[in-house]
């Protein structure tokens, strides 16, 4: 064995980091390919916000010649001000089943916080700072992954265990069926507390998309527990960002935000996506010069939508709003031919959240974990 870090400093380097998984995932008919394009934007902090609020070192592992690990560590300076932390990251981790390497692979990362000032980590975050693949599948290995939620060999389990991570936080996934789907009972409580409480529920208007992000962020200022310390609300302009990397994936009728009648203020959100791993599972990472035609395709036939963030302020929680959101959203996709949903991820923490998903039907199948360690 001939195992030594390299730093990725240049193009060549860069398509070592990106392909890595390629390899590693070949025999793996569960994982969905990322478009390689995207991870390299992300990677060179195009698409993400993460990047622009501190430092961070990308690397990746080698055998001889052979590239056989792959990490960024980094620090958010701004998230560590605003919760008065010394927090370390890292991301986008992928490795062989060695805990030689995988042990090299946190060395590194944790060598160079420490020079940096950190005195804890935690991970794998987004690479985005966002819901983006976040955290190592814990349960729940036996089917592909809905977009941006995480997939990872098992062993990767052992790999952070045996190196000394402890467990720091848990998210759930929740899959429904629209044939499952509690209509009757639904409809019955949701027209009553629209009525009652004097609120509607809109779909987001992408002529006014800068209005709609302005309403988006004053719910999450509501709506945000003083409890989430690892929760920064983001900026108008962070959401800015993460709104124009999602654009190429959403569908107007599946971002639904809860208004009062009588002012139009906004009192809830949910935010979802058509599953696209669906149609980037054909197409190996590749857009050109075929994989373009294959997404045209393909994403005619996509049947699952992922919903991954909701939010309700707290005078209107308790007052069915969550049901009400939850019901339009569903009623959208059905209508639209989209027959599965997942409701994801969602933290261990927010139990009023967990208690909506399971009550509207929803099925918890695969959990995430997010692990910590002082250094």
Known sequence: MNYHIVKVTNNRLLRAFINFPYELYKDDPNWVPLIKLYTKQTVKGKNNMLFSNGIHIIYILKDGKQTIGRLIAGIDYKKNEETDTKRGYITLFECINDNKASSMLFDYAIDWLRNNGMNWIEGPISPSDGDDYRALLYRGFDSPPVLFDSYNPKYYLDLFETYGFEKYRDFYAFHFVADRFPTDRFVKVVEYAKKKYNFRIDTINI?????????????????????????????????????????????????????????????????????????????????????????????????????????????????????????????????????????????????????????????????????????
């Not at 906004?266 to 990472?285: R, S």
């Not at 969602?346 to 509207?360: F, H, I, P, S, Y």
């Open 207 to 375: 002529k006014n998309i800068d209005g709609e992000i302005e309403d988006i962020r004053a719910v999450l200022l509501k709506a945000v527990p003083d409890s989430w310390t690892h929760f920064v609300i983001p900026s108008v302009e962070d959401i800015k960002k993460e709104a124009n990397m999602l654009m190429k994936f959403l569908d107007p009728e599946l971002v639904c935000i809860a208004r009062k009648n009588d002012t139009n203020e906004p009192i809830g959100f949910v935010v979802g996506t058509p599953d696209y791993n669906q149609v980037f599972i054909k197409m190996n990472g590749r857009l050109f010069p075929f994989g373009i035609f294959k997404l045209f395709y393909y994403r005619k036939k996509i049947t699952r939508i992922r919903i991954f963030m909701q939010f309700v302020i707290p005078e209107f929680q308790g007052r069915a709003v969550n049901a009400a959101i939850f019901y339009s959203y569903m009623r959208n996709a059905k209508r639209k031919g989209l027959i599965e949903a997942e409701g994801s991820t969602v933290g261990e923490e927010n139990a009023q959240a967990l208690r909506v998903l399971e009550a509207a039907g929803g099925k918890r199948y695969k959990t995430y974990r997010m692990y910590k360690m002082d250094i």
